[in-house]
């Protein structure tokens, strides 16, 4: 997912505690939520794709991507390595990973349009062994399981915004997680909804915390903070899975 309401890039922000930090319990019910919106987004971002060869805007900008890129080179991450990227939009992410060398690689979305503009520029980079998929992370209809990593930009972001019993929704992703993600994988998630510690606490069960990436900081007021937090998981060896 990477548009906002206007087709630029963006998250919502959430409400936040008086210590300024972010609270899960508190976060305000938004149309980046909802899959309604994310099919009227990637219908228009695929309209315009088809008509002026624009792919659109990318959540978090470039240097996301090529920060997750540095990471999977300087952790030698073989270039065989199963790759599912989460709510994978537009797919530029994609069409970067190839780039790099990596060759097992699926992205899925629910939204059809979105899976419609991927496929659309993949093709017109030339790319045909990439495997696209409309796939509701929170309901997997196919049998998805034994990814080496897997990457969240956003996507989590977008569920916490769900008017629809969120935190039910969240508890489910992390099922979803296990199931796809194979032991000792890795996932990758950037967030600028959540803090450290509050991924850390979602992801407390079953996951631990491999490594924080750097993001951008900023300063205000005499202190100091970043605008997104990016934090590598490793899937523990001892971990139950208690998808049903």
């Known amino acids: 997912m ?3 309401a206007d087709g630029h890039s963006g998250a919502a922000v959430p409400v936040q505690s008086r210590e300024g ?3 899960a319990a508190d976060f305000v019910p938004s149309a980046l939520g909802t899959r309604e919106h994310w099919d009227a987004v ?5 309209r315009t ?3 002026y060869g624009d792919t659109g805007e990318i959540w978090f900008g470039e240097e996301s991507m090529n920060r997750l890129i540095r990471w999977l080179q300087k952790h030698k991450i073989p270039s065989d390595a199963s790759v599912l990227d989460i709510g994978t939009g537009n797919g530029v992410f994609l069409v970067e990973l190839v780039k790099h060398g990596f060759s097992n690689i699926t992205g899925i979305d629910y939204s059809p349009s979105a899976i419609k503009l991927s496929a659309s520029i993949l093709e017109k980079e030339g790319l045909s062994n990439i495997n696209l998929k409309v796939e509701d992370f929170l309901s997997l209809s196919t049998k998805l399981s034994g990814f080496h990593v897997c990457v969240d930009k956003g996507t989590f972001d977008a569920i916490s915004l769900n008017p629809d019993n ?4 969240r508890k489910q992703y992390v099922k979803s997680l296990s199931r796809v993600l194979e032991v000792k994988g890795f996932f990758l998630i950037t967030s600028c909804n959540w803090t450290k510690a509050e991924l850390l606490d ?3 069960e079953g996951f631990e915390l491999f490594e924080e990436l750097p993001t ?3 300063s205000f007021g005499g202190r100091s903070g970043n605008t997104v937090a990016a934090l590598v998981f490793q899937k523990s060896e ?3 899975d208690k998808v049903s």
């Open 42 to 46: 990637y219908e228009r971002e695929l």
């Open 49 to 51: 794709f088809q008509e």
């Open 238 to 240: 001892t971990f139950l």
């Open 21 to 23: 930090s972010p609270v």
């Open 216 to 218: 951008p900081k900023f």
């Open 166 to 169: 969120a935190v039910e929704k």
């Open 2 to 4: 990477n548009a906002d």
């Open 202 to 204: 979602v992801f407390s």
